[in-house]
């Protein structure tokens, strides 16, 4: 889906100093490439803490905690989105409770979120599935009104653009009370490993995020609160620090594949192109179409003997896992979602796609409905 070999092989001989550099001088934990990188995002993100971490999902567990959320407190998510989301609130003793997304962009849908709300609810995450930023400026609307706190997961969407209704605009996960990312491999900003980081604008919230990360210190041995061990390894901050500087860059040919893809389907009676919202950047994290009409394991197989990977992103909802069956509180229906699941296909998308390669792609998913081979 990703042609991590490609990207790396231009930064080869730059990652390969960065690698050796943090190997000679031996701070292989919070040398000094975690806090420029930590420095460096945070003013590509135009926000005044960045606080790095291991992975994306302990970002998440730690924002909740961060928040002092307790035992048996509701916390809204869309039911179209990554377990990591409804994991950590379950993991925490909270409540996920489920609200269903929009079918033409994925995104949760807002007018659906006063109806879940309670005397219990404390959070909101919306999610930036796929690369786009959910209706922001509607949720911190609500969430302002019954003041609950906003944690933006925005592991596919780093350094996509939202636009308020006054023109003014801020960086995915730069809206709410805290954003979480991931920099896990294939993920727009990948490391090579797990990595993760936590952004906020509240300095007392940054303190504590950073101090729960760390065994809830402040200072060493001395142990204000339960906190975990999460760190971003040095390596993986070097690593980086030069990817970051391609971000944009990675954005736009991630563009080019998406028009390409979007050109070629809208309209076609068997794929449905991703809506895009008026409101916010696509990065394509993904490029999703969703399938009617047409066998989607049968289009799959098809792809696969025709060597294009594919992926389904997520075939199984929440609340119809065995974990999280007994454990999720379900908002209104989830008719959106459960209907995705069973038709998104995601295509190979990746800065490094070439013209050829979308051409083929093309031709195979077309080859695949015009000679009848559904069935
Ligand atoms: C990848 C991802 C995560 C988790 O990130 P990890 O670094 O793999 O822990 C969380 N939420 C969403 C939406 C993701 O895509």
């Not at 420029?36 to 590509?44: P, V």
């Not at 592991?155 to 995915?172: H, P, V």
């Not at 142990?223 to 390894?233: A, T």
């Amino acid at each position: 889906m990703v042609d991590l070999q490609a990207q790396h092989d231009r930064l080869q001989p730059e990652l390969n100093n960065a690698i050796a550099d943090v190997i000679r001088t031996a701070k292989y934990i919070n040398g000094p490439q975690v806090a420029e990188f930590a420095a460096n995002l945070s003013a590509y993100l135009n926000t005044p803490y960045v606080i790095p971490c291991a992975n994306g999902t302990d970002a998440l567990q730690i924002a909740m905690m961060a928040l002092n959320l307790q035992p048996g407190d509701e916390v809204i998510l869309p039911a179209f989105t990554y377990v990591a989301t409804a994991e950590v609130i379950a993991l925490l003793k909270l409540k996920p409770v489920l609200v269903d997304v929009n079918e033409d962009d994925f995104l949760i849908n807002p007018s659906l979120i006063e109806a879940a709300i309670t005397a219990k609810t404390k959070a909101i995450v919306p999610v930036h599935l796929f690369g786009q930023c959910a209706d922001m400026e509607t949720i911190m609307g609500i969430a302002h009104k019954h003041q609950l706190a906003v944690i933006e997961d925005t592991a596919q969407a780093i350094g996509a653009i939202y636009t308020f209704a006054d023109g003014s605009r801020k960086r995915a996960g730069t809206i709410g009370h805290i954003g979480c990312t991931s920099f896990f491999p294939s993920k727009n900003l990948g490391c090579a490993g797990d990595g993760g980081a936590m952004f906020t604008s509240d300095e007392s919230l940054a303190k504590r995020l950073k101090m729960i990360a760390n065994h809830g210190q402040n200072i060493q041995y001395h142990h204000d609160d339960i906190g975990v061990n999460s760190r971003l390894d040095t390596i993986q901050a070097a690593i980086l620090n030069i990817k970051l500087k391609h971000l944009d860059a990675y954005e736009q040919a991630r563009n080019l594949v998406a028009d390409a893809y979007d050109k070629a389907f809208h309209q076609h009676p068997n794929y449905v192109i991703p809506a895009r919202v008026k409101q916010s950047s696509h990065v394509f994290h993904q490029y999703t179409l969703k399938c009617k009409g047409i066998n989607r394991d049968n289009l799959r197989a098809f792809l696969q003997q025709h060597q294009i990977p594919s992926m389904v992103y997520y075939p199984i909802p929440l609340h119809h896992q065995k974990a999280y069956a007994n454990d999720v509180v379900i908002s209104g229906s989830l008719s959106i979602t459960e209907k995705l699941c069973s038709e998104v296909i995601s295509l190979p998308m990746s800065p490094e796609v070439t013209a050829e390669q979308i051409e083929y792609i093309i031709a195979q998913l077309k080859t695949f409905t015009s000679q009848n081979l559904n069935n």
